[in-house]
């Protein structure tokens, strides 16, 4: 019989505790599972992480977008390219280096094959952090662009899988 695929250790020990003595581990399996991280952003990307993770609507965040661009903060942001400008990169890789450790640092993300070509939305200069921005609802999208234009460059993040087999005694 089996119950339910429960998401952390806390909740694991909680059905243990009201199923006390009823329950027995007959196989335990850990795994170690990698999450590549995400691609710099889409158009599309943006509008989707913008409401999911801050609650805005498209009009609210293309218009954050549009003023942040005005002010040189990030690129243009309309387009559905992931590619990113040779230099771009490059200075994305030093900044991970110099704030989280080089060996932090994943494989490159796709370059634009010609300066010019249509790029994702990044920072237009990847140093300038997102507390710099100075109007709070820009601080707000210009960290998730700054912050997903960065782990693009990271490694895959390693997740420890546990997997308990559970059968009910007797």
Known sequence: M???ALDDETQARALAEQQAGEWQVVERE????????PLPYTTADLLEDAALK???????TMQTAQTLFEQGWITYPRTDSVQVAAEAV?????????????????KSFPQAETDGAHEAIRPADVRRS????????GQLLYRLIWSRFLAAQMRPARIQVVTLTLEKEG
């Open 2 to 4: 089996r119950i339910a």
């Open 30 to 37: 850990e795994r170690i599972e990698e999450d590549a991280p």
């Open 54 to 60: 801050l609650g805005w609507s498209a009009e609210k």
């Open 90 to 106: 490059q200075a994305a890789r030093q900044v991970v280096a110099e704030r989280y450790g080089a060996e932090m640092l994943g």
């Open 130 to 137: 997102p507390e710099e921005v100075q109007m709070a609802e």
